[in-house]
């Protein structure tokens, strides 16, 4: 098969950077100018500085390069991936279409596998998905993640396709499961942050993770997901990676909100709208979330931190 990385952000050059090392790889950006400047001069400066793009690597703003290819890989922010897939239907209405990207539409409450099979009904859709930094990728440091598709044969043939040197990939047909392990641990790593922000301490934040990561299952199991898919690298393991480190857009929101400071508007925090999807999903389903309730109300700043730690403080006690 050949590949296609649709998105010249830092984690679509990332990706495409590693795949260039078996084979030509296609990057597709959104601007004919950047897309020129990376293509000369083999590096995205703006996203990805002082990586070096393989000679394997074309970069491309014509959709056509991309349609060319067989597989596709969905390298845009969650929140734009209905767009991306509207704006370019004839290009990949029947691509093999691998989204990357974390999150749950807010306006929808779908996850990336489910937007790609409504607006493109003929594609075959898959998802890569795990612990996973674009520094580390690129910088050819080893990295597993999980590749989610519900077609067991193309998952196994995809496996092959997209695993490299220091990408190592375990699949699964859990796609409901995978998606919202990627999503969900956005809003945990935005209470973490906080915690960790606020001077709350380091035991608060394991405490905070452990029972994020009880919120997770709970709703993840009830839309129908795989409790073993959670304890993955999808779930834990991303959990575990984006919840401990200033390298994850969505903790250092949340080391904001806890210090008390401002936090540039234009960084995409996927996690901000996951929050209020996974609330108002929440209180559809009757489920009781609330560290996710308190992150939603932070972020829209509703509720205040010294609030947000009454409320958790406060809850009945239980067993675990």
Not at 180 to 208: F, P, Q, T
């Amino acid at each position: 098969m050949s590949v296609a990385v649709l998105g010249s952000g830092a984690f679509g050059t990332a990706l495409a950077v590693s795949l260039a090392g078996k084979g030509p790889v296609t990057l597709w950006a959104r601007s004919a100018e950047q897309a020129e400047l990376m293509q000369t001069g083999r590096e995205n400066a703006l996203r990805l500085p002082g990586v070096r793009l393989p000679d394997s690597l074309r970069v491309t703003a014509d959709i056509a390069d991309v349609q060319a290819c067989e597989t596709v890989l969905l390298a845009v922010p969650m929140q734009k991936l209905r767009q991306a897939l509207a704006d370019h239907t004839e290009a990949l209405g029947r691509h093999v279409l691998v989204a990357c990207c974390k999150g749950i539409e807010l306006k929808t409450g779908m996850g990336p596998v489910s937007i790609i099979s409504e607006v493109l009904p003929d594609a075959r859709p898959a998802l890569l998905t795990g612990p996973s930094f674009a520094q580390d990728i690129a910088r050819g440091l080893p990295t597993a993640l999980t590749l989610a598709c519900a077609e067991a044969d193309l998952s196994a043939a995809l496996q092959e396709e997209l695993t490299t040197a220091n990408l190592r990939l375990y699949r699964t047909t859990d796609t409901i499961g995978a998606e919202l392990g990627g999503a969900l641990k956005n809003v945990m790593a935005i209470a973490c942050g906080a915690v960790i922000g606020a001077g709350l301490g380091e035991s608060a934040r394991a405490a905070l993770m452990t029972r994020g990561y009880a919120e997770m299952q709970r709703m993840a199991l009830a839309l129908g997901a795989q409790a073993e898919t959670l304890a993955g690298l999808s779930g834990f393991g991303d959990l575990a990676l984006t919840c401990t480190s200033e390298l994850s857009r969505n903790y250092r929101l949340g080391l904001a909100l806890g210090r008390g400071e401002s936090f540039d508007p234009s960084i995409t925090v996927e996690g901000v709208a996951t929050a209020h999807a996974v609330n108002a999903k929440a209180l559809e389903l009757g489920l009781d979330m609330p560290i996710t309730r308190c992150v939603t109300g932070l972020v829209d700043h509703s509720l205040t931190l010294n609030d947000a730690m009454a409320q958790l403080l406060a809850r009945p006690l239980k067993e675990e």
